[in-house]
Every structure is written in C-alpha cells, then in structure tokens.
C-alpha cells in the first residue's frame, strides 16, 4: 500500500501556472505508474498525466499536451505536474493516484488501473 497526498492547488487567472506536488510513501516500486487526474463539478474524472515513479515514459491527455509537464524527484518521493497556460476548462480537483498492480507495463490515463489515491487539490482558473 502507499499513501498519496497532494498540495499546490490555488485560484488562479488563465494564462498562469501551477505547479502541483504529489508525495508518495510505501512500497511503490521505479517502474510503477503515478498518474494525475482531474474532475470537474458534474463530469467524470478523467486522466490529464502520468509517468514512472523513476525512470522515462509519460502519457497526456490530449487536452493537456504542450502545457502540462509531468516529473519526479525520487529522492523526496515526490511527482510533480506542472500546468502552464492554464485555462478555465483546466478547473476540478486533481488527484494523484499510483498503480501498484501493474510494473513496467506502461503508464495509462484509465482511473481504473489506479489502486491508491489522494484526497485531492482544487484547482480553479478564472477567465
């Protein structure tokens, strides 16, 4: 099991960034899956990021290629997505979750593959 918690949500106008934290403690392995997802008020929660806890590969949503970068300091367990040219659609709470039960199988956008999560952090960007 590992325990998921989120910071570094906030209001912001569009055009701005953010930089969300993601830290994870337990037995997550390198080539286990973190993934960022968002949900906004009424919509499903849909999949925006995700990559190896260490080492290369990461997957985007489209809506979010180009302006989202997804990254990891391993040594402080922590995953990062960074949001630029943030926009109001970009609005929800963003939650990281890891995929303990797949290794070294590619990092999917689907909620489904996710087994831990974190409470979440709003993120709301006004036009």
């Known amino acids: 099991q590992v325990q998921v918690a989120e910071s570094g949500g906030g209001s912001v106008q569009a055009g701005a960034s953010l930089r969300l934290s993601c830290l994870a403690l337990?037995?997550?392995?390198?080539?286990?899956?973190v993934g960022w997802f968002r949900q906004a008020p009424g919509k499903e929660r849909e999949g925006v990021a995700a990559?190896?806890?260490?080492?290369?590969?990461?997957s985007y949503a489209d809506s979010v290629k180009g302006r989202f970068t997804i990254s990891r300091d391993t040594t402080k367990n922590m995953v990062h997505l960074q949001m630029n040219s943030l926009k109001p659609e970009d609005t929800g709470m963003y939650y990281c979750a890891a995929d303990l039960r797949r290794r070294g199988l590619g990092c999917r956008l689907d909620r489904a593959a996710y087994s831990d999560w974190g409470q979440g952090t709003q993120v709301t960007v006004s036009s």
């Open positions: 337990g037995n997550i392995y390198g080539d286990n899956c």
């Open positions: 990559a190896y806890f260490a080492g290369t590969g990461t």
